[in-house]
């Protein structure tokens, strides 16, 4: 089973400043089937990216996906107020999927 | 817009058997993405649990395969979960989820927290 380890655990920042959040895998992820996530408190996780670096349909071009292999990138170009949350990452491969264990994004 | 809604107990006993149900609206259960389940403990991260397709076909959890069991009811659109033997660590916020292209999941329910206690 693939481990994911999301850092930093937590990140503050300021809105319109620029957040970087980083996912480590233990193997290589297959394909680069690796997805990222978005929580606020009391919802459901919010789809972001897939395969990477795509972006979901409906997600502002702010955020951004990168990466290959075992290192992942998720970047939020420039913070809006309602950023601040809770992301994960997640992988897929062997039919088993993985959740990073997250990072807060906070002000 | 694809709609998921858990419906469970709310609080299950140590050692009973959890049973949950998604229903799935604005979009057929039939229309060939698989179906899963995810849970989040209070304060924790998130872990998949298992998934299931239309026909039937499953694939689960290692750490849960032995508690687990998923089926779908096509006529009500409509997917479910068994775990048995739950324990305090069961503890968590269920949630049912569509994935797409087999490796994410894209439309989630609002979640239903299931107890554990007695």
């Known amino acids: 089973e693939i481990v994911l380890t999301q850092s930093p655990g937590t990140l503050s920042l300021s809105p319109g400043e620029r957040a970087t959040l980083s996912c480590r895998a233990s193997?290589?992820?297959?394909?680069?089937?690796l997805g990222w996530y978005q929580q606020k408190p009391g919802q459901a996780p919010r789809f972001l990216i897939y395969?990477?670096?795509s972006r979901a349909t409906g997600i502002p071009d702010r955020f951004s996906g990168s990466g290959s292999g075992t290192d992942f990138t998720l970047t939020i170009s420039r913070l809006e107020p309602e950023d601040f949350a809770v992301y994960y990452c997640?992988?897929?491969?062997?039919?088993?999927?993985?959740f990073g264990q997250g990072t807060k994004l906070e002000i | 817009q694809v709609q998921l809604q858990e419906s469970g107990p709310g609080l299950v006993k140590p050692s009973e058997t959890l049973s949950l149900t998604c229903a799935v609206s604005?979009?057929?259960?039939?229309?060939?993405?698989?179906w899963a389940w995810i849970r989040q403990p209070p304060g924790k991260g998130l872990e998949w649990i298992g998934s299931?397709?239309?026909?039937?076909?499953?694939y689960y959890n290692p750490s849960l395969k032995s508690r687990l069991t998923m089926s779908v009811d096509t006529s009500k659109n409509q997917f479910s979960l068994k775990l048995t033997s739950m324990t305090a660590a069961d503890t968590a916020v269920y949630y049912c989820?569509?994935?797409?292209?087999?490796?994410?999941?894209?439309?989630w329910g609002q979640g239903t927290l299931i107890t554990v206690s007695s």
């Open positions: 299931i397709y239309h026909t039937g076909v499953t």
């Open positions: 193997q290589t992820v297959r394909n680069n089937y």
């Open positions: 395969a990477a670096s």
């Open positions: 997640q992988q897929y491969g062997s039919s088993v999927y993985t």
């Open positions: 604005d979009s057929s259960i039939s229309s060939g993405f698989y």
């Open positions: 989820a569509r994935t797409l292209y087999d490796y994410y999941f894209d439309y």
